[in-house]
Each structure stands twice: as structure tokens, then as C-alpha cells.
């Protein structure tokens, strides 16, 4: 005698359906047929979007840094450059954008070639001689740990400048396999809730046009 089995369809919706059925059944269906359980998708943990978060500060940070550097310096042709981007800005807080950086390193405008690469050359200086001292000195950025997230993201931003397109995947997410091995120490994740705890960090520390490195040596005791 052929066994009955019987089962129950709890929903139905775009092509998939929710059943209740005898666990006899289920055996059935188990020993002739192939079921391929639906895998949860590997999200990007919590951490990774974190720390993508920081990233998107660190260009504004550092554009903004710059354009009171060249001011300071009296770099007049890039302090213009740099002001006539910040005024198109339209948004409230008029920040700088990675949008600018990959423009400024982007295809060279004929009109604007001589005042667009004495820019780069000195962002390039910029990176090499001040953004570390912005970092040590700005009042903004209190945890000693979050000031060295910082100072780690000017040797990420002097490694774009390497490549064939610098800043052009900046800001891109690591892959989802990628994502875990990538992660940092756990420790990270306290210094990315003190960053994201705290206020937006704009201040410029003003720097001597004779000697750009006199505060160094003060700023390292301040902070040791």
C-alpha cells in the first residue's frame, strides 16, 4: 500500500512557497532529490563598513589641511585653485570631495595646465612634509590612537600617487572574501567608535613659513 503523505502551503510568493509537511515527506523529497540550501549572503561586516566610513573623512580632512598650508606658505596660484573649488561647493558644509582630488590628478585642462600641476607637486610636497604635523597638532583629534589612523592614511594616500589613475578607487569597499582577512586587530574597533564618537575634525594647526617642522619637536612631547 502506497503511503500518503500530506503537507500544507503556509505562503506563496514570487515563485517560492513556504510549506508545512510530514517529516516523512521530507525524507522523500531529501533521498531523491537534490536540494541546494540557500547560503546567507556574506555580508560586509559592521567593522569594514566601518572603517569605510573613516576613509570618507580622510580626503576632506586633508584637501582642507592643504588649501590653509598653501595659504600660509604663500602659494598663491594653488590657495586660488583650491578656494575656487571650495566655493562651488553647494552643500552646507562646503567640504572637499575625493571628486576634487581625482580631478586634480585627472586629465590635465590646457586652460588651467600650469597652475593644475604646480597644484599636484605640491600636494606631493604637502604629503611629505606637513600632513603629519596637521595631524599631531590638531585639537580635534584627542586619542592618540585615532591621530595614528590618520597619520597611517597619509602613506595611503602617498601610495595612490603610484598609480596609473591615483585616488580613482579610493574609497572602494574591500571585496566580501576579501573583508575578513583585511580586518584589523580588534583593538581598531575602539578607535573607530572613539572617531566616530567625536565632532568633524576641520581645525588647521597653522604652520611657520620659515621653518615648517618648528613644531614638531613640541608635539611630540605634548603627546608622548
Not at 600650469?114 to 606631493?124: D, G, R
Request: aromatic fraction near 10%.
Amino acid at each position: 500500500m502506497q503511503e500518503i503523505y500530506t503537507y500544507q502551503i503556509l505562503k506563496q510568493c514570487n515563485g517560492k512557497a513556504v510549506i508545512q509537511m510530514d517529516e516523512s515527506l521530507l525524507d522523500v523529497i531529501n533521498t531523491h532529490l537534490k536540494i541546494k540550501p540557500q547560503q546567507k549572503q556574506r555580508e560586509v561586516p559592521y567593522s569594514v563598513k566601518k572603517l569605510h566610513n573613516f576613509q570618507r573623512r580622510i580626503v576632506p580632512f586633508f584637501m582642507n589641511q592643504f588649501m590653509h598650508w598653501a595659504e600660509e606658505m604663500g602659494y598663491k596660484q594653488v590657495d586660488g585653485y583650491l578656494r575656487a573649488i571650495h566655493k562651488k561647493k553647494t552643500s552646507k558644509q562646503q567640504k572637499f570631495e575625493l571628486g576634487d582630488l581625482k580631478k586634480l590628478f585627472g586629465a590635465i585642462n590646457p586652460r588651467t595646465k600650469i597652475i593644475q600641476m604646480e597644484t599636484q607637486n605640491k600636494w606631493i610636497d604637502f604629503l611629505s612634509t606637513q600632513a603629519d604635523i596637521c595631524v599631531l597638532l590638531n585639537n580635534k583629534i584627542k586619542d592618540q590612537s585615532t591621530k595614528q589612523l590618520y597619520i597611517q592614511a597619509i602613506e595611503n594616500l602617498k601610495a595612490e600617487l603610484k598609480k596609473e589613475i591615483p585616488y580613482d578607487k579610493f574609497l572602494s569597499v574591500p571585496k566580501k572574501e576579501e573583508s575578513f582577512d583585511s580586518l584589523q586587530e580588534e583593538s581598531q574597533e575602539l578607535i573607530l567608535n572613539e572617531i566616530f564618537s567625536s565632532d568633524e575634525v576641520e581645525e588647521y594647526a597653522p604652520t611657520n613659513k620659515e621653518d615648517p617642522y618648528s613644531y614638531l619637536s613640541c608635539a611630540y612631547r605634548k603627546f608622548d
